[in-house]
């Protein structure tokens, strides 16, 4: 899309009555709001706040995982409720969740309440209102620098092995219902790192040992685990079948590895 041209046709009106094809170059939310921020002639503070908070919906609804854009009883939340307010608050919970700093959204909250208020009283070509609009165009560029990666895609198959005691090796394949995804905070020195309290659902496909291969059918499902909680539990499993005490790692994005071998932490991209 990016080498994509995009033309908007209307049907204008002339002074006389006629009716005339009008052709516009597509510009988004953003584009629309530093239009009416910055162009001399047609410099307009109310019309840029509105596509301003049209331009920020877009950008939240981009970064917040569907999980989270859910009602207190777990319903989805109706695209017609995602109103701005709705999804900050939706973005503070994804951010919390995440450990990541929330003043740039409170920030934003503070803005949404003035200078993106459709009601607002400013006065539209006050300095003040200028600086508000001004400060949402960088919050926007600010979100725009967290990183929200998929690294395994859903129904993708991931794999780890256990150690018993004695040295037997058993190797679990499991089918991730759910994307795993690496994040990144905007802010120096930041690291990349997976959320070890992110929880998905997964189907056990099957184990393999000493070259024999068991697949479970049907396969059992495992519903919302983290990767710690899905590897101690099959842990637990294993020792009750085979009588035998088992090595347990600490590091599940060493543990975790894609149907080549890679682990999550090889896996990672930046």
């Known amino acids: 899309m990016d080498h994509w041209k995009i033309f908007e046709l209307y049907e204008a009106t002339q002074i006389d009555g006629k009716r005339i094809p009008s052709i516009t170059t597509h510009k988004s939310y953003l584009q629309?709001?530093?239009?009416?921020?910055?162009?001399?002639?047609?410099?307009?503070?109310?019309?840029?706040?509105?596509?301003?908070?049209?331009?920020?919906?877009?950008?939240?609804?981009?970064?917040?995982?569907?999980?989270?854009?859910?009602?207190e009883d777990g319903r989805p939340i109706s695209i017609t409720s995602?109103?701005?307010?709705?999804?900050?608050?939706?973005?503070?919970?994804?951010?919390?969740?995440?450990?990541?700093?929330?003043?740039?959204?409170?920030?934003?909250?503070?803005?949404?309440?003035?200078?993106?208020?459709?009601?607002?009283?400013?006065?539209?070509?006050?300095?003040y209102f200028k600086k508000e609009l001004q400060d949402t165009f960088e919050i926007i560029n600010e979100l725009k620098k967290y990183r929200f990666d998929t690294?395994?895609?859903?129904?993708?198959?991931?794999?780890?092995?256990?150690h018993s005691d004695s040295g037997e090796e058993y190797i679990y394949t499991f089918k991730a219902l759910d994307d795993i995804c690496l994040y990144l905070e905007a802010r120096i020195n930041a690291e990349s790192f997976y959320c070890v309290t992110d929880r998905r659902t997964y189907a056990v496909i099957g184990m393999s040992h000493n070259d024999k291969?068991?697949?479970?059918?049907?396969?059992?499902?495992?519903?919302?685990?983290t990767l710690n909680?899905?590897?101690?539990?099959?842990?637990?499993?294993?020792?009750?079948?085979?009588?035998?005490?088992?090595l347990r790692e600490a590091d599940m994005s060493t543990v975790f590895k894609n149907i080549s071998g890679r682990s999550l932490e090889e896996l990672k991209t930046y």
């Open 213 to 225: 291969s068991d697949i479970f059918q049907p396969q059992p499902i495992c519903k919302n685990k």
């Open 32 to 71: 629309k709001a530093l239009y009416y921020f910055n162009d001399v002639e047609n410099i307009d503070y109310n019309a840029c706040g509105n596509n301003l908070r049209s331009a920020l919906e877009e950008v939240l609804k981009g970064i917040i995982p569907s999980k989270f854009l859910r009602q």
């Open 151 to 162: 690294v395994v895609e859903r129904n993708s198959f991931i794999q780890f092995s256990i």
């Open 82 to 127: 995602q109103t701005l307010g709705t999804l900050i608050v939706k973005c503070t919970d994804f951010f919390n969740h995440l450990g990541f700093n929330v003043i740039l959204l409170k920030k934003l909250d503070r803005y949404r309440e003035r200078a993106l208020n459709q009601t607002s009283h400013y006065n539209p070509k006050s300095n």
């Open 229 to 246: 909680e899905l590897y101690e539990e099959t842990i637990t499993a294993l020792e009750a079948r085979v009588g035998a005490q088992c």
